[in-house]
Structure formats: C-alpha cells, structure tokens
C-alpha cells in the first residue's frame, strides 16, 4: 500500500535555528501539498506544486519559509529561522490532480 | 474568512446509534467535496467523497448528503463503532483547486 513518508516524525529546536522538513510523495503522483495543522486554524495551505512547479505558496511567511521539490521524489519545507509559532504539525500530501489527497504521517514541530 | 465551516467542535455518541457530522461552505464555486479522518499520531486520511452533481454517497456504513441551496453536507455513520472516534475534516475543491477544509469535528463514540 503506497504511502506517504515524512521525516522526522518530531523535531525540537530553539528558536532562530534552521529547520528541514521532508517528504516523499506516492509515486505516479503529480501534485504535492504543505499543510499545517493547529488548534486554532485547523488545517492550512502552505504551498502546493503540480508536475514539480510551484503553483502557489501565499500561506506560507515569505521571509521564514521556503518549499521546494528537487526533484519527483522529494518534497521540502523549510523554516530560517524557526519562530515558537511556527511550532505545529505540518503535513505533506500528494495525489492524482483533481482526486483526493493522500496524507503522511507529518511532522510535529516544537521550537522554544 | 473561513469558506468552510464545521461549526461543532466535539460530538459524543454511544455505539451502535447514528453520528451526524456537519459542515457548511461560503463558496459556490466549489463542487466536489471529501470527508477525511484523523487519528491521533497521523495524517487525515479519505474517507468518502461526493461531487455537485450528486446529492447522496454511500460506502458502507457512511453516507455523504449534499444541500448545494443550502451549502451544507453531513457524513452520516450508521452504526456507530468505537473504533470511528476520530477527528473529521470536511473538505471542499473546485476545478483543480487546493483542498480548502474545516477545522475539524472530534467524534467520541462511547461503548
């Protein structure tokens, strides 16, 4: 059963490091997704990518974050420097354009 | 501005009686709509789906109304298994859109 994999699973930093999150996405698969998960949003849209090409990326801070897709079979989300709000779970999907997504397990970020 | 609403944080229900989760949308662009489950520790996954052109979906226990005049759908759970005690995610799209959801609905389902 094809999955969605994301590493790490948790990460604790300090505030002002540097922090990579990764994804792999279901193979065959031509649209990827950052979602983040809090209490109080629910889940948002951090940016998505079709075919590799970054579609749209207006959740995400512009100064802090950066996604990019290197390459089919890795997706990457990152934070310079790292805020205690940005402290959440962020997710990674991918799928089929049009059909439903398929989620990882995301990875929990804790800065302090 | 929220474009879709689940306006109940928490339902508790006892085993075997019917779960009615709800949510309302802003956008009448959208026209296909999901419902996705969430368990602690990992990521939302797809439950059931139903397109504009349809007014009910059915996959076993569950079952997905639409009311596009009253930009509402329901996931209806008969019956109800502790097992189903989740977080559900409504979720809307339109064309080749983002998934736009909710903020969620805990369902308790009590032996």
């Known amino acids: 059963d094809a999955r969605v994999t994301q590493t790490p699973r948790h990460k604790v930093t300090e505030m002002g490091q540097e922090v990579t999150m990764r994804c792999q996405p279901i193979l065959g698969h031509n649209t990827v997704f950052w979602y983040r998960q809090t209490m109080m949003q629910g889940l948002e849209l951090l940016a998505y990518f079709r075919n590799r090409a970054p579609l749209d990326d207006s959740g995400m801070p512009k100064d802090r974050f950066s996604a990019e897709m290197p390459d089919a079979t890795l997706a990457t989300l990152k934070i310079q420097p790292s805020e205690p709000r940005d402290s959440a779970v962020y997710f990674c999907?991918?799928?089929?354009?049009?059909?439903?997504?398929?989620f990882g397990n995301g990875t929990r970020l804790t800065v302090t | 501005d929220q474009q879709v609403k689940q306006n109940s944080p928490s339902l508790s229900v006892q085993e075997g009686r019917i779960s009615i989760l709800n949510c309302d949308y802003t956008n009448s662009m959208f026209d296909y709509f999901l419902w996705y489950k969430k368990y602690p520790a990992e990521g939302p996954t797809f439950l059931i789906s139903?397109?504009?052109?349809?007014d009910k979906n059915e996959d076993g226990r569950f079952t997905v109304f639409l009311n596009k005049s009253a930009k509402h759908l329901s996931l209806h759970i008969v019956p109800s298994q502790p097992g189903d005690s989740a977080v559900y995610f409504c979720?809307?799209?339109?064309?080749?859109?983002?998934?736009?959801f909710g903020k969620g609905t805990r369902l308790s389902v009590i032996a």
């Open positions: 139903i397109s504009s052109i349809k």
């Open positions: 979720a809307a799209m339109w064309g080749n859109t983002p998934l736009v």
């Open positions: 999907a991918s799928g089929l354009e049009g059909g439903p997504l398929h």
